[in-house]
């Protein structure tokens, strides 16, 4: 199909420059015309290269998730299968990831941006931890209800919960921004454990710059927050976000959409308590 398409459109740009060849110069235009239509294959043969190549990136991107998602469920049982972890979910090495980071920092309390299959995998793991819970703040409420009966269907609501956080304004250091309700996180401090993956570009620009300043005074000393997926836009907010709050040290973390963990660098007094501990 796409060849044809190809052959069409090479086709179409042969002909009008022909007929417009034909009609100034009568002469030169059968010339004119294999001229065109070389010239208007090659243009069409490197846009058919440039969608092969980025295919294949893809291709090997998705071959490079078979281990992740193999070791993901050797480490982390599942009751029943989790969603699909593609398009605007985690990709397995990211949850993969989050398995790792409970484990060690064994969170209390972990709150994520949007929910899905992240809220599942990070139930199970705190349900292996014993202890914690994690709140989603979702502001569609069809996919928090639908998340809801994940939860339901997967036994973890001793350890999961979804809250309805529409998206409304919210003011940062004196600038207007849209970001999730703040009273969806009343009750939620000390927050151990921050997933950030919302909200979705689609709905606007810079969203997601309103989520650490918001967080930040809500998170323990030892709080680690995670960004998952990493483009241009998330690149300028995280270099805003380290003027901002030179607190937080940035590690990029390189798997397949990108992720940044950014934790307090210890001040002198913390440094020493923990030194002396």
Not at 105 to 132: C, F, H, N
Not at 147 to 162: C, K, N, Q, Y
Not at 180 to 204: E, F, K, S
Not at 257 to 269: F, M, S, Y
Request: hydrophobic letters at 45%; proline letters at 8%.
């Amino acid at each position: 199909m796409h060849g044809i398409k190809v052959a069409l459109r090479a086709g179409a740009a042969t002909a009008a420059i022909g007929l417009m060849a034909y009609l100034i110069a009568p002469g030169v235009a059968p010339i004119l015309a294999i001229a065109a239509a070389t010239s208007a294959l090659g243009f069409e043969l490197t846009r058919v290269r440039a969608t092969l190549l980025r295919r294949l990136d893809d291709l090997d991107g998705d071959a490079a998730q078979i281990q992740p998602l193999l070791e993901l469920r050797a480490r982390l049982p599942t009751r029943h299968p989790l969603p699909a972890m593609r398009e605007f979910a985690i990709a397995p090495d990211f949850a993969l990831l989050l398995t790792e980071l409970i484990a060690t920092e064994q969170p209390e309390l972990v709150v994520e941006t949007g929910s899905g299959v992240s809220t599942l995998v990070i139930g199970y793991a705190l349900e292996k931890l014993g202890r914690g819970r994690v709140v989603a703040l979702e502001h569609d409420p069809v996919y928090a209800a639908k998340t809801r009966a994940d939860i339901a269907r997967h036994g973890l609501a001793a350890f999961a919960s979804v809250v309805d956080a529409p998206l409304e304004p919210i003011t940062i250091g004196g600038e207007r921004h849209r970001w999730y309700a703040p009273r969806a996180l009343d009750g939620l401090d000390q927050i151990d454990l921050v997933l950030d993956g919302g909200p979705p570009r689609y709905l606007g620009p810079m969203l997601r710059y309103a989520s650490l300043p918001t967080f930040a005074p809500r998170m323990s000393p030892r709080g680690v927050f995670v960004v998952d997926v990493i483009a241009r836009e998330e690149r300028t907010i995280l270099a805003r976000w380290k003027t901002q709050l030179p607190a937080f040290d940035q590690h990029v973390v390189p798997n397949k959409k990108g992720a940044v963990i950014l934790r307090r660098e210890p001040t002198p007094q913390r440094l020493s308590s923990a030194l002396t501990a």
